[in-house]
């Protein structure tokens, strides 16, 4: 794949990985709208097929329910590949966006090989209380990447931007309350820019 190439070019340290994404197969945000479990393994299948020669780890993003995350999780597993997993949550609990708790989520993963979890594509308030819920019933590392707001009264309030947006070094004071939540992988979501990035390296590099 020529982003990967490309990813695999431009870097100049061994200890950086190149990760692909595995994203929600059938739609983003609309829990009621997935697949079986048994329809998405064999979509994720083919993806991770795909990616196998190309990256270094798989990570399985904006989920919303606990069966995508199964699915990505056997389906990496077939061909070896690392993978994180990624929910998305309501925007007023860190509850995954389909109603399972984060606690049933690690629950049902605890005896695949998921290196990782994480959420992304939430506003910065509701990444600390996720982290410390999976925390709580979990010792793989954790992680997020979250929009630039602190918060979002609905998911078309998030979509238009018509929020109040942090600025780069806001979102890094917000990164810190992750890292002592026990976050070790951190990131940017949507309306993020490379200025966010920068000062996240600046900060944490």
Not at 63 to 80: H, I, K, N, P, S
Not at 167 to 187: D, F, H, L, M, N
């Amino acid at each position: 794949m020529p982003a990967c190439t490309q990813a695999r070019a431009a870097n100049r340290r061994p200890s950086v990985r190149v990760a692909g994404s595995r994203a929600a197969a059938d739609t983003t945000y609309q829990s009621d709208l997935v697949a079986p479990e048994q329809v998405l393994y064999e979509a994720y299948l083919r993806i991770a097929r795909v990616l196998a020669a190309d990256v270094d780890l798989v990570i399985a993003e904006t989920l919303t329910t606990v069966r995508e995350a199964v699915a990505a999780a056997r389906a990496a597993a077939e061909y070896g590949l690392p993978l994180w997993v990624s929910w998305n949550l309501c925007l007023d609990a860190p509850i995954i966006r389909g109603g399972e708790s984060l606690e049933q989520g690690i629950a049902a993963l605890q005896s695949l090989p998921v290196e990782g979890y994480m959420v992304n594509c939430v506003p910065t308030g509701l990444v600390r209380p996720a982290l410390e819920l999976m925390r709580r019933c979990t010792d793989r590392p954790l992680g997020a990447y979250a929009n630039s707001c602190e918060k979002a009264v609905d998911q078309a309030t998030l979509d238009a931007t018509a929020v109040q947006t942090l600025s780069p070094q806001q979102y890094v004071v917000a990164s810190e309350r992750w890292v002592e939540a026990g976050a070790t992988w951190i990131g940017g979501c949507c309306d993020t820019r490379p200025e966010y990035i920068a000062a996240l390296a600046a900060r944490w590099n």
